[in-house]
């Protein structure tokens, strides 16, 4: 249905038309011109930057930036790193989901919060929090005389290290994608096999993999795209190490050479966007053409580890205390003592840090601030707008409802630094009507953010829509009611717990984001993600374990506020909730 | 004023055409059923008619105003149409009055006026000691009677049904369709009701439109359907139609023709205007073959015999190859056994019209 409509514009019968017509057609146009100004616009400006700087396309400037030695190494580096670290991902989240749902293993609600809880912390703490675990603060490796001598090379600045953390990070990814998968699997298909005569090993193998094969792949999609654009390890780990990736050469040759080279950089964005968009393609592609059984029928029965209840149990503990335990105390620890490589013992123990992070230094106290209420307008804006969206993209036909959806997604698909880069090339030049330009204050990150978090919001909104009866709205429309008293007074009541769940995602994602404003911040306005790479480049060590401390303690207070108003989210939204 | 004017709508999604040219001339205060099978596009025009879908082609008038045409959309919130919808779509969140009052909330009127019209519709419809209780808490009758409240306290001169009894268990139907029979004297407003449901259909509504695959096939009293068809379809679709061939037609003027079916001479029904044929078609139910021993009848081979309570129904093979499947139903008390050889007469049949009206495509 398309929602303009061409009326003779004779004066009193145009004035009833806009009123009937009115509502509708008015909410269409605003979600045109909030998605075209946030996603579109910014990404074709980026678009001509990088392809015609000079207003013509010159491909020998394209072939030389491109051919640059500096450029074709970072390229090599971005596309190893992310195919290494998306295969670690797939093979750890999919032996954790096969494990939790297809097994009678211990503790499992526990042990999926604590595989689940990596995805939520920021990247570059959980950077800062691994290389911390070598330290001789860590209270795990330094009492075993494990942390490393003063003047080695750290294991971790290095591909290897780059490679093993993306991978362990995105881990999740995979998991919730095949868990996703394994809840849809027919019963009945496991049993039949069980009745053949097949044991656990083999149906895992000919019947469970071949079916679940669509989510594994979705899931390494999501990995590859999550690990090519994940500012803070690649920084934090890749600067120090001079392993320059696609990411760390547009932020460090941003920083060198400011505005300037802003047409280069756009330039190296596409190329990113680029490799971005072939490998989601291609592993979505590689997923598709598995057979994809979408069946609600009730969930395959676990099965029973036996002998090896115990030993499987033990090592997936392991596991956890390996990846969560080791990097999160060693953090505490470094942000418990005065300095760096000072051993934590009763006598050096202080909080210091935690007080000058909470209390003394201006700089993290004014970025939280501005971090937090930006977070919060940008919720404040996102969620209506999502359900708004959503109410187009689920129930209205066309191409407006066609272009809306595509456009939405592209901004979350592609790393939060090429949306950095096209903001700041958008907002550059001074605003028509204000006369200056945004670049440098705190508005062009909210801008960044609703283009970002546009689809995330938008997720768990859709899935409320699919589960609303359309008669009901359209009931309400024959009630005479238009599309605001309906959004209001229908839809809204039935979707907020799905709204809910949005905010709460938005807000936990956006509070502690790096990717999107470390382009974007000024002396005039910082956030708190990207304060923690300042802190550690000015050596601050302790100061920034502290910061990245609190915000693990924010994130962990967040999900558990989470989990008390939990009961009346809809299932399968957060994503830490068994 | 409520008569529908439907004049030539065309409706398609993407290659798929749904509503081929469909026409229908509805009366105000007329209870109209549309019959069809499902796919056959009868949902797709309740929705036009309702503005939820736009038009193709063709045009929609209500009560004299052009609601639908190309060019021209009137939005569903500003038709005044009631729908019952098959799950009846009561909202989940409100109270039966808050549900029954929405539309005039909506409206503006005032919250005095609002509560008593709402109560008085409540008991109108025998909800009123429910007023409080959340659809959640209804059972199927009750919320049917919501929705119907929904459309009363609108005052819609127009109500649509889209299958509001298919959901529902057969011993609940035949009291729905009563509520339904009532509404309509109360209200006086134009019922149009979807249905596959022949029996449905028949009881319900002055004027029935069969449907099928996008088009209007016959709209017609219910009577008139079950013993005029003008196509096969439609002699086939009511009331377990036959159709057989029939040869050497010669209208007799009295409204009647005889004819040869099967090499026996028969006495059928037809359209006035009927004229002398070599072939045609013929249809006829049932009931119209009887038992005989005379000596023209038609000689028959029980195939199958079932026990239907009241009656027996025969299956038999007829005609001089004894090729052409025929059922028939005898009386009780009777018995017949698979493999006995009968005699059947025709005793009433209708000579389906040649050129069935046309419908250009």
């Known amino acids: ?578 | 004023m409520s008569d529908i004017r439907i004049s030539g709508i065309d409706k398609s999604y993407g290659q798929t055409q749904v509503l081929r040219q469909v026409s229908l001339s509805i009366e105000a205060g007329e209870f109209i059923a549309v019959l069809g099978p499902s796919g056959c596009g009868k949902t797709t025009l309740l929705r036009c008619l309702a503005g939820f879908e736009r038009l193709n082609g063709g045009r929609i008038e209500i009560g004299g105003e052009t609601v639908s045409a190309p060019g021209r959309h009137l939005a569903p919130e500003h038709r005044g149409i009631g729908v019952v919808f098959q799950n009846y779509a009561l909202w989940p969140h409100m109270s039966v009055a808050q549900n029954v009052a929405y539309g005039l909330k909506i409206a503006g009127i005032p919250r005095s006026e609002r509560n008593s019209r709402v109560s008085k519709v409540l008991d109108l419809v025998e909800l009123g000691p429910l007023a409080h209780r959340r659809p959640a808490d209804l059972s199927g009758g009750q919320r049917q009677r919501v929705a119907l409240a929904r459309c009363l306290a609108m005052e819609s001169r127009v109500v649509l049904l889209d299958e509001p009894l298919a959901n529902l268990d057969v011993h609940l139907r035949g009291t729905l369709e009563e509520e339904f029979a009532a509404f309509h004297a109360r209200s006086g407003a134009t019922m149009f009701y979807i249905t596959h449901d022949q029996s449905e259909a028949l009881a319900l509504a002055d004027r029935v439109a069969v449907m099928d695959k996008g088009r209007i096939l016959q709209f017609d009293r219910p009577e008139a359907l079950f013993s005029q068809p003008q196509s096969e379809t439609v002699a086939g679709f009511i009331g377990e139609g036959r159709v057989l061939e029939a040869e050497d037609i010669r209208p007799l003027g009295d409204g009647h023709a005889a004819a040869s079916v099967l090499g026996r001479p028969v006495r059928l029904r037809c359209a006035p205007g009927e004229t002398a044929r070599r072939r045609g078609k013929i249809a006829f139910h049932p009931g119209d073959l009887h038992l005989t021993n005379a000596a023209e009848a038609i000689p028959c081979n029980v195939t199958r015999a079932t026990y239907r309570g009241a009656y027996l129904r025969a299956e038999v093979m007829a005609g001089p190859a004894g090729d052409i499947p025929l059922s028939v139903n005898i009386a009780a008390p009777a018995a017949l056994s698979r493999g006995q050889r009968i005699s059947l007469a025709l005793r009433d049949g209708w000579v389906i019209p040649d050129a069935a009206p046309s419908h250009p495509s």
Request: hydrophobic fraction near 55%; include cysteine.
């Open chain 1, 1 to 578: 249905m398309t929602l303009v409509q061409d009326q003779p514009a004779r004066p009193p019968r145009a004035r009833r038309l806009l009123r009937r017509f009115g509502s509708e057609r008015v909410l269409t146009l605003v979600l045109i011109l909030f998605v075209g100004l946030l996603s579109i616009a910014p990404l074709a400006r980026l678009l001509h930057a990088a392809l015609f700087p000079q207003g013509a396309f010159d491909a020998a400037r394209i072939a030389d930036i491109l051919g640059g030695r500096r450029v074709l190494e970072a390229t090599f580096n971005t596309l190893w790193i992310a195919c290494a670290a998306t295969l670690l991902a797939t093979v750890v989240g999919t032996l954790a989901a096969l494990l939790t749902s297809l097994t009678d293993m211990r503790r499992r609600t526990l042990w999926v919060f604590g595989f689940v809880l990596p995805l939520m912390i920021p990247p570059q703490v959980t950077a800062l929090a691994w290389v911390q675990a070598f330290s001789p603060a860590s209270p795990i490796l330094g009492p075993l005389g494990l942390s490393l001598p003063p003047g080695t090379r750290h294991p971790l600045y290095s591909m290897g290290g780059i490679i093993f953390l993306l991978g362990l990070y995105n881990a999740p990814l995979v998991f919730l994608s095949v868990r996703a998968s394994l809840q849809r699997l027919p019963a009945s298909l496991i049993e039949a096999a069980h009745a053949n005569g097949a044991n656990a090993g083999a149906v895992t193998r000919d019947i469970v993999l071949p079916l679940i094969r669509g989510g594994i792949f979705a899931g390494a999609a999501l990995a590859f795209v999550s690990s090519i654009g994940n500012f803070g390890i690649q920084a934090m780990l890749g600067i120090p190490a001079r392993i320059p990736t696609l990411i760390t050469l547009i932020y460090q040759r941003l920083n060198a050479y400011g505005p300037s080279a802003l047409n280069d950089m756009a330039l190296l964005a596409l190329l990113l966007a680029l490799l971005t968009v072939i490998g989601m393609t291609l592993t979505a592609w590689l997923g598709r053409r598995g057979d994809q059984r979408v069946d609600a029928a009730q969930r395959p029965p676990r099965m029973a580890l036996g002998r090896w209840r115990l030993p499987v149990s033990g090592v997936a503990w392991l596991y956890l205390a390996l990846c969560l335990l080791l990097p999160i105390s060693a953090l505490f620890g470094t942000a418990l003592v005065r300095g760096y490589g000072v051993p934590l013992t009763l006598e050096t123990i202080t909080f210091e840090n935690f007080a000058n992070a909470l209390f003394q230094h201006e700089g993290i106290r004014s970025a939280f601030l501005t971090s937090l209420w930006l977070t919060l307008l940008t919720v404040a804006i996102l969620i209506p707008a999502a359900v708004a969206l959503g109410y187009v993209l689920s129930w209205r036909r066309g191409w407006i409802a066609r272009l809306l959806r595509i456009a939405s997604e592209l901004a979350y698909a592609l790393p939060g630094i090429i949306i950095g880069v096209a903001m700041i090339l958008f907002f550059l030049r001074p605003l028509p009507f204000i006369g200056t330009g945004l670049y440098g204050t705190v508005w062009v990150i909210l801008a960044a953010y609703l283009s970002n978090f546009l689809a995330l919001a938008l997720r768990p909104i859709l899935g409320g829509y699919a589960q609303i009866d359309r008669a009901l709205d359209e009931a309400a429309q024959l009630a005479g009611a238009g599309v605001f008293a309906r959004l209001r007074d229908i839809v809204l009541p039935a979707l907020a717990p799905s709204a809910m769940a949005a905010a709460i995602l938005v807000f936990m994602t956006a509070v502690n984001e790096i990717q999107v404003s470390v382009l974007l911040v000024s002396s005039r306005a910082t956030t708190i993600g990207p304060m923690i790479i300042f802190l550690e480049e000015a050596g601050s060590s302790t100061l920034a374990a502290a910061v990245g401390c609190l915000m693990v303690l924010l994130v962990l207070a967040l999900m558990g506020l989470s989990l008390l108003v939990g009961r009346r989210l809809p299932e399968g939204v957060l994503p830490w909730r068994d």
